[in-house]
């Protein structure tokens, strides 16, 4: 516990690391040594973590293999000694973008131990990120993920959706299957979100009701955002992550629904032909 502390600590600016004279060749300008450590790996021995990316370096320290935290897209403790760092791989497609890294460790108190620092590292770089350039204080970043918006015709296309503890934001991003955000395209304060629906037929498909500067226009006349996320866990944890940012700020918790895409073979398809009431 004690040592867990001591790296989390560790992380901060007031206290840094004594960083290996091997290992600053991998620190860019403003970058932090925050620590290293033996890994199993096919490609290196070494993993190397700093305040802006994870390094898989070989014993001269050279690097093999990295990711800023900036373009990760989630960490997940895996079987009894690993960790799987996912991200977006340009090159697949816009309905499934993910890959992974899977790091291997000696022992499940290892792993249990780095998944921690590793989300630690990854929710600073992304938090640090968004509210230097969109969400001034005394707002606070809460959540965000890549997903597909669709419109009521079924087009769809990548954004990032951000959750503050005053408002729901939309980013348009800096590439195909880019994760960081390029130019803020909607957003809306959350006492104008009416309701949020999920879809009985589509457990990766979120709809929030809000005013129309949720997609880019103005005023408050109701509009539907629709977000399919990559994963059933996203779509659930987006959901819940709003509405308890929403109880905070409200008092109350939003209304809720659940209705029907009208064919299920096609999402696009289904959005384009409507929805039936499912609760």
Not at 9 to 32: F, N, R, T, V
Not at 222 to 233: A, G, K
Request: glycine residues 4%; contains cysteine; charged residues 20%.
């Amino acid at each position: 516990f004690f040592l867990i502390i001591f790296l989390l600590l560790a992380m901060s600016e007031s206290l840094q690391p004594y960083c290996p004279p091997d290992a600053k060749q991998l620190l860019a300008a403003g970058d932090i040594f925050v620590a290293q450590l033996p890994i199993q790996d096919p490609l290196a021995s070494l993993c190397v973590l700093t305040s802006r990316a994870i390094f898989l370096c070989d014993d001269a320290k050279t690097s093999k293999w990295s990711k800023p935290w900036l373009e990760t897209y989630s960490v997940q403790a895996v079987d009894e000694k690993q960790v799987s760092l996912s991200f977006v791989d340009a090159k697949k497609n816009l309905k499934m973008p993910l890959d992974s890294r899977v790091f291997t460790f000696e022992t499940r108190t290892q792993r249990d131990l780095w998944v921690i620092v590793f989300r630690r590292l990854f929710r600073d770089a992304q938090q640090q990120y968004l509210e230097s350039k969109w969400i001034p204080a005394p707002d606070i970043y809460q959540m965000h993920r890549l997903c597909l918006k669709y419109t009521s015709k079924g087009k769809r296309v990548q954004i990032v959706v951000v959750v503050s503890a005053r408002n729901i934001l939309l980013f348009s991003i800096q590439g195909k299957n880019s994760i960081v955000p390029k130019e803020l395209i909607g957003s809306c304060p959350l006492n104008e979100i009416t309701s949020i629906i999920s879809h009985s037929n589509c457990d990766t498909l979120v709809t929030v009701t809000g005013s129309s500067s949720l997609l880019g226009g103005v005023g408050k006349a109701s509009t539907d955002l629709i977000l399919r996320f990559y994963t059933p866990e996203d779509a659930s944890w987006f959901t819940k992550e709003l509405s308890r940012v929403y109880f905070i700020q409200m008092k109350s918790g939003p209304k809720k629904g659940v209705r029907r895409l009208s064919r299920t073979d096609s999402v696009s398809k289904g959005i384009k032909g409507g929805f039936t009431d499912a609760s």
